[in-house]
């Protein structure tokens, strides 16, 4: 039973670097990968113990997420693949996860702006040559492809969520 639990609780690092680097290459976080973390959701969190008090929280979380997250879309700051990952994110990283989630996300995607704008500046002779992600990423008032500091800052804070310190623990 333990090597299950850590092979399902991989998922959604797993699924969460897929929707990132999805992301990066095509500027669209597909629909399934929010879907499937809400789906593998529940089984992982029963498997790990979590009450369901502690799910009722969690889905509370990703709720509240997912309307701040429409907000957002709603005046044009963010993607709704992104909106529906972080909400998707905070599903599994519950109460105490998702505050460090927010400035991980916060922090990675403010870095990966100004990668971005060094990249615009100095790399813009690559764009002819690049292949067409790399090339759209040099645009210089091109999108920015958030969902790889959502990935970023889904990896760092997953150490602090419930399901991750009661496997820790040994739940």
């Not at 669209?28 to 498997?47: M, T």
């Not at 994110?89 to 870095?111: D, I, K």
């Not at 690559?126 to 889904?154: Q, S």
């Amino acid at each position: 039973m333990h090597a299950f639990l850590l092979l399902a609780l991989g998922l959604m690092p797993a699924l969460v670097i897929i929707g990132g680097l999805h992301d990066l290459v095509t500027m669209k976080i597909p629909n399934w990968i929010s879907l499937a973390l809400i789906v593998l959701f529940f089984p992982v969190a029963l498997a790990a113990g979590l009450g369901l008090i502690d799910m009722g929280v969690h889905v509370g979380v990703a709720i509240l997420a997912l309307i701040v997250g429409m907000g957002m879309f709603a005046l044009n700051w963010i993607g709704g693949g992104d909106a529906k990952l972080i909400a998707a994110s905070c599903l599994w990283l519950g109460w105490s996860g998702s505050a460090m989630f927010l400035l991980w996300t916060g922090v990675a995607g403010g870095l990966f702006c100004l990668l971005l704008i060094a990249a615009r500046q100095h790399l813009q002779f690559l764009a002819p040559t690049a292949p067409g992600w790399v090339a759209r990423l040099l645009e210089p008032k091109g999108h920015i492809p958030y969902g790889v500091a959502i990935a970023i800052g889904a990896l760092l804070a997953f150490p602090e969520a419930d399901l991750m310190s009661g496997f820790l623990a040994g739940r």
